[in-house]
Every structure is written in C-alpha cells, then in structure tokens.
C-alpha cells in the first residue's frame, strides 16, 4: 500500500510505532497505560452514569475509572492517593485530587457511585431535609370535633356561628372565676375550618343542618312601638 493510501489514523498509528521503539520499556508501559485511560474516558455513557451532572462530570469520572482499570476495583482513597502521588512523579497531572473529587461529588463514596464504581451513595441530610414533605397530622379525631360542637350548641341553645363556638372555648379555658385555668382539650375554631373547609361542612359532619338560613332565619320578632 502506498503512503498516500494511508488513512489519518493509520498514519498516526505509524507514527505511534515508530517513536516508541526507541523508547524504554517503563516509557512504553506508561504510554500504553494512558492510553488505556483515555479509552476509558471515551467509552463513558453519560445517559447511563448514576448522576445528572456526569457530563460536566468527565474528568472526574474518567479520572476513577482509569484508576479502578490499573488496580483492578473500586479505588479507596489511599489507593487513589497513591496513584494521584505516582503519576505526578512520572509528570502526569491528569488525575484530579482527592479533594476536588470530594468537593464536586460531596463524598467519596457518592464520587464511587456517579463513576458507576459502586452502588448508590446514601443521600446526604441536607438533600433528606430538601425532599422532606410535612405532613399534616390531625390532632383530634372527628367525633372529638363533633362532641365540641353539639357541647357549644347545648350551652348557646342553638346551632353555633364560629363567634359562638370561638367564646364558648374562650370561657372553658378561661375556667372558673378566681381559679387556676385548666388545659382543656378543645380544638380551635381554626382547625375545625382546616379539617372541613369550611364551617358549614363541619357542621354538617356533627349532625346539624349546615345551610346558613338555618342558623338565621328567624320568626320571633321583637315588638315595635
């Protein structure tokens, strides 16, 4: 095959070649080992790895795994460190440090895992706490809610407005005259309306009538001069 046959990467490969032979045998094996990092790093699928920010990741990740293919497993940090130590004294600074691997992935074993090197790091408190979702406990049971609301309507002697039931509660707080206030286990007017949506479903729940007319509507009227 003539020269001008060759393709580009053909070429380069011969060009590879010719230079290694007058290389030493340690030299050569670095050669071969950096370039079996670089294949690492290429054959990476970033659709695939354990973290959504693989992509801008690649370094870091390249830099685990060609460590993880020259020791044969998942590198701990003292091995990474003595790798990290080793190719610098060879003059390879392509390893990133410990720390900043640390400090992009926030753990090691996180680092581990986005490398596709081990399995899913434990999510850290501070992302727990950003998922966490409140949830809403209801204090009192709806019977309670209902024997509160008939206990108003027997002391005001009528189906209670919300100002009925808020004074009511007031004054059992407030206990006797001249005595110490007991706790009094009574829900606030508020959580009945949060618990129902609205003043008229509670009562309707309690077994009154909830219409609105039914509380207001009236046919004693007092006398006019």
């Known amino acids: 095959m003539a020269a001008g046959d060759l393709t580009l990467e053909e070429s380069a ?3 590879v070649v010719a230079a290694v032979a007058e290389l030493s045998a340690t030299a050569c094996g670095e050669i071969v080992r950096r370039l079996g990092d670089r294949l690492v790093l290429l054959d990476q699928n970033h659709r695939f790895d354990l973290t959504p920010l693989a992509h801008g990741d690649a370094r870091y990740v390249g830099g685990l795994r060609a460590v993880a293919e020259s020791i044969g497993h998942p590198p701990s940090t ?7 130590d080793r190719r610098r004294t060879v003059g390879d600074g392509g390893l990133p440090s410990i720390a900043s691997v640390v400090r992009r992935f926030g753990s090691w074993p996180a680092a581990l895992a986005a ?13 727990r706490r950003r998922r966490y979702q409140r949830r809403v406990v ?3 049971t709806d019977e309670r809610i209902a024997e509160a609301l ?3 309507a027997r002391q ?3 189906t209670p407005m919300v100002r009925d039931y808020a004074a009511w509660r007031e004054d059992l707080i407030a206990g006797r005259p001249g005595a110490r206030p007991t706790p009094i286990d009574v829900p606030h007017y508020r959580t009945i309306l949060n618990r129902y949506g ?6 309707s729940a309690a077994g009154f009538d909830g219409r ?6 009236t046919t004693s009227y007092s006398d006019l001069p």
Do not use: F, K, M
């Not at 490398?115 to 992302?127: D, F, I, Q, W």
């Not at 609205?198 to 009562?203: I, M, P, V």
């Not at 609105?212 to 509507?217: D, K, L, N, P, V």
């Open 198 to 203: 609205g003043w008229d479903q509670a009562l």
């Open 156 to 158: 005001v002697e009528r």
């Open 13 to 15: 490969i011969g060009a």
């Open 138 to 140: 209801h204090r009192y």
């Open 212 to 217: 609105r007319q039914a509380r207001t509507a």
């Open 115 to 127: 490398s596709g090197l081990g399995p899913p790091a434990p999510v850290r408190a501070v992302e």
């Open 150 to 152: 008939r206990a108003c």
């Open 78 to 84: 003292t091995e990474y460190r003595n790798e990290y």
